[in-house]
């Protein structure tokens, strides 16, 4: 096991060393991006490593040509390929500290192997794992740069993500202070945020599913609306092996 681990540490700093040696910009060359911010955005990862170097070589590309790269993930980078299984979702944490991402949020894979891994391998991010008081904590920097007057200084704001899914983890004794300002520890309960007046997109279109009567039973319990019926259907639907 020792040996498969080192074995995988190896070729990801490989992948890595490889992918920033193709920056195409050099140090002295024009920086057509310099003032720009670049936001580069992944999901699902699932332990894909030829991802994670792609990333690397992406933003230090990006950052080459003069541009300030954020780095964001939105979930489900704990559990796939063995990679990742099999370290229950530490080395997942491990690549996206080496790959150089800012910011991240959960997924409901990265609970599969329980909540104290997960609090254990948040615990190695090097990368913010977003919370209300991170977007404040945006906010008040973006004021100090840009328009004070204004949430985020003005700043024009583009978050993607699943607001339906699992709370952000937040520590026993970060909530007991959090809470006396907050009304909980989602994004959206900002008080930056709610001095906006944002406008939410819904992606309507299921890509993971082509039944359509399943995808109905999974949006009635996303949404909240579990009915007898709805249960009695779920229950039916299991298969238990003989």
Not at 58 to 66: F, I, M, P, S
Not at 143 to 157: A, I
């Amino acid at each position: 096991m020792k040996h498969t681990k080192k074995l995988l540490s190896l070729l990801l700093v490989l992948c890595l060393i490889l992918s920033l040696s193709c920056t195409a910009f050099a140090a002295d060359e024009a920086k057509p991006l310099a003032g720009k911010t670049v936001i580069l955005h992944s999901n699902d990862v699932h332990g894909a490593i030829d991802l994670y170097a792609a990333m690397a070589s992406l933003k230090a590309d990006y950052e080459a040509q003069g541009a300030e790269v954020i780095l964001a993930d939105a979930g489900d980078y704990s559990q796939g390929t063995v990679y990742v299984s099999v370290h229950k979702g530490a080395d997942a944490v491990t690549m996206m500290n080496a790959t150089g991402y800012d910011v991240a949020t959960i997924g409901n894979h990265e609970f599969d192997y329980g909540y104290a891994q997960l609090a254990e391998n948040m615990k190695a991010a090097k990368f913010k794992v977003l919370c209300a008081d991170v977007l404040d904590a945006v906010s008040d920097v973006l004021r100090r740069f840009r328009d004070r007057r204004k949430p985020f200084g003005g700043v024009q704001l583009l978050l993607i993500g699943d607001v339906q899914q699992l709370a952000p983890v937040v520590r026993d004794e970060e909530w007991a202070l959090l809470r006396t300002f907050y009304d909980s520890p989602f994004f959206f309960d900002s008080k930056a945020l709610k001095q906006t007046d944002y406008v939410g997109i819904e992606l309507q279109r299921v890509y993971r599913q082509s039944d359509g009567r399943f995808v109905e039973l999974l949006n009635r319990v996303r949404d909240g609306r579990v009915d007898r019926n709805t249960s009695s259907k779920l229950t039916n639907s299991i298969r238990f092996p003989a």
